[in-house]
């Protein structure tokens, strides 16, 4: 029905008539149309690779790191807009160390993911505020489970555990009917 907006991208609050909100959406073709990050769960550990797109040529190789530490155990990239993904590496750290300071143990990285995706999800619930253009992927041992984990957090505060994630994967659906069967 209104696919193109028609006046309901204007508030991260505001559903359109066949139920989607804009501004999630935008910001999940914002990671879209970025660099990627890919993560793989191993069974000895994790392994994250990101994109590092130069954006200018006057830009200094290597400034712009999307996986970063979040804390000793867990590391953490980012895709998408580059301010929002240091903002939610900055809350990721934040996060870990109140935990710790709190409960004298390390994060688990369920635990952040989970944290970190309610956070992310604040954000499109309040109309003074927008939505996320950045998605997380975190990896990092878990203690009391002794195992590596991998978690990814979307734009629209959705977590899930993967075993092997790329950051921009969006699933688009399928309205084709299903291929029929050759007759024997």
Known sequence: MASSGAGYDYSATTYSVDGRI???EYAGKAVENAGTAI????????VIAA???KLFKM??????RLAQNVDKHIIAATTGF???????LSQAR?????????????IPPEML???MSQFVHYFTLHGSLRPFGATM????YDEEKQTHELYMVEPSGQEFRCVASPSTYKPKPQNRPPKPRPQR
Request: proline letters at 6%; glycine letters at 8%; a negative charge.
């Open 22 to 24: 804009f501004q999630v």
């Open 39 to 46: 993560g793989v769960r191993c069974s000895d550990g994790v």
């Open 51 to 53: 994109e590092n797109v």
């Open 59 to 64: 830009m200094v190789p290597n400034t712009n």
């Open 82 to 88: 580059a301010p929002d993904g240091r903002q939610l």
């Open 94 to 106: 934040d996060e870990a160390h109140h935990y710790e300071d709190t409960f004298h143990v390390p």
């Open 113 to 115: 993911a989970n944290r």
């Open 137 to 140: 992927l975190c990896a990092g």
